[in-house]
């Protein structure tokens, strides 16, 4: 509660002074008029700073890219004189939303207001706290109350169908590694290959055939699918684009989508996370909604940093063991990176390599030389570009929905969750 200006103080003390000097009905009229207004100001600033309360109540503490956040205000003014004007200061730092604004409220009374705004950008942000500003209608006292109040929303990174990528599933023959022209099934397919003379027609996967427009056959696996292990490089120097539309972006939304095609597969791997940021991320390999959700927020946090993807392959190699499949997305098209994937390959791990186009973001190189390199050494390689960012899936619906993946790894939202209840910040 602070006094604005000293004038009304002054303009009381001084005709008090003159009344003690000079005993009038004016100065005493005027002692009453002065006296009194700067009396009931204060007595009214006071009111509002002690009846004055805001609630705020937010739907979901975690959302994805896209999704629309919903909160709710609850203004209480519970004292004898209304709050002609009180104006809310926001302190969130979610990107592109305000909960700022004016409003009024009468004596004894509350009113109740939402905002809404687009969760843009993924990260970690902060819901509240919140200041209230009021004051006496006059101007001459104003009241501040500053609400402490607040929780932490994590906006995670889409999902998206990569439908082209296929993941060369690891181990040795008979271990996890597909059997080629094998006729019965023995476990589950892990891939397609086209479709060659002496395979059985009960090999054929419709799905991709009709996408592609030829015959491909599934590849059966001859044991349980193999452990995943996504390496994501966010080294800062090899990075292309500007915005929010970067290579940085599209890696982060690559990792979250093979994450989420892993662990909710039909016959779902153990899906571990290793990535070059600001701050290493390494989760090992687990399966489970819990363990889907702490991938999804480790990406959502994910900063440039500044360790090589050689580097973070060499470091990591000891650690990753064998017979798995190690799923590599980098926009760096150097090579000085393959002999350490080459060593990797001799022990056993199997790679898929998913380049991220510069050319697509406005740098002057593309990935076709790197990819030509991969491809004499037998490694998988998927060239992925700019237009991944473009589609709608990369901006999904609101809230926190359920997804059914379809055979061809889209992701379809099924319902929305059946808890919708406000939960206050605190």
Not at 101 to 106: C, E, F, S, T, Y
Request: some cysteine; glycine content about 8%.
């Amino acid at each position: 509660m602070r006094l604005n200006s000293v004038l009304l103080p002054l303009l009381t003390f001084t005709v008090l002074a003159m009344q003690l000097l000079d005993p009038s009905k004016i100065w005493q009229a005027l002692i009453a008029a002065f006296g009194g207004l700067w009396l009931m100001t204060g007595l009214w600033a006071w009111s509002l700073k002690a009846h004055l309360r805001l609630t705020r109540e937010v739907r979901f503490t975690w959302a994805q890219v896209g999704d629309a956040l919903e909160e709710q205000f609850t203004l209480v003014n519970d004292g004898p004189v209304p709050a002609t004007w009180v104006e809310i200061v926001d302190h969130s730092t979610l990107p592109g939303y305000s909960a700022a604004r004016a409003i009024g409220v009468d004596n004894s009374s509350t009113t109740t207001w939402h905002t809404n705004a687009v969760c843009k950008r993924r990260g970690v942000y902060e819901l509240g706290g919140t200041t209230l500003r009021s004051g006496d209608p006059f101007g001459i006292y104003s009241v501040e109350i500053f609400l402490p109040e607040k929780t932490t929303l994590v906006v995670m990174p889409p999902v998206i169908p990569l439908p082209t990528v296929e993941i060369m599933p690891g181990g040795w023959m008979g271990d996890g590694r597909p059997r080629p022209n094998i006729m019965d099934q023995t476990v589950n397919a892990a891939t397609v290959r086209e479709f060659a003379h002496g395979d059985s027609p009960r090999l054929i996967h419709w799905p991709t055939t009709a996408r592609r427009g030829k015959f491909y056959a599934r590849q059966l696996d001859g044991a349980p699918a193999s452990d995943w292990w996504i390496a994501l490089d966010v080294d800062a120097n090899v990075q292309a684009g500007e915005g929010w539309e970067n290579t940085v972006e599209l890696g982060v939304i690559l990792a979250a989508s093979l994450a989420d095609r892993g662990l909710r597969a039909r016959h779902p791997q153990e899906v571990g996370l290793l990535a070059s940021g600001a701050q290493t991320v390494w989760l090992k390999p687990q399966s489970g909604e819990r363990h889907r959700l702490e991938i999804l927020r480790s990406l959502a946090m994910l900063e440039p940093g500044q360790l090589p993807l050689a580097e973070m392959l060499d470091r990591a190699g000891p650690t990753l063991g064998n017979r798995i499949s190690l799923i590599v997305i980098t926009a760096s098209i150097k090579s000085d990176w393959i002999p350490s994937l080459t060593h990797l390959l001799w022990k056993g791990i199997s790679p898929t390599v998913l380049l991220m186009d510069p050319s697509s973001f406005g740098a002057p190189q593309n990935a076709d030389a790197l990819a030509g390199v991969l491809a004499e050494l037998g490694i998988p390689r998927f060239i992925l570009n700019r237009s991944l960012l473009q589609q709608p899936e990369a901006h999904p619906g609101k809230g926190q929905w359920e997804w059914r993946i379809t055979p061809s790894g889209k992701a379809i939202p099924t319902r929305p969750p059946s808890d919708l209840t406000w939960k206050r910040l605190g």
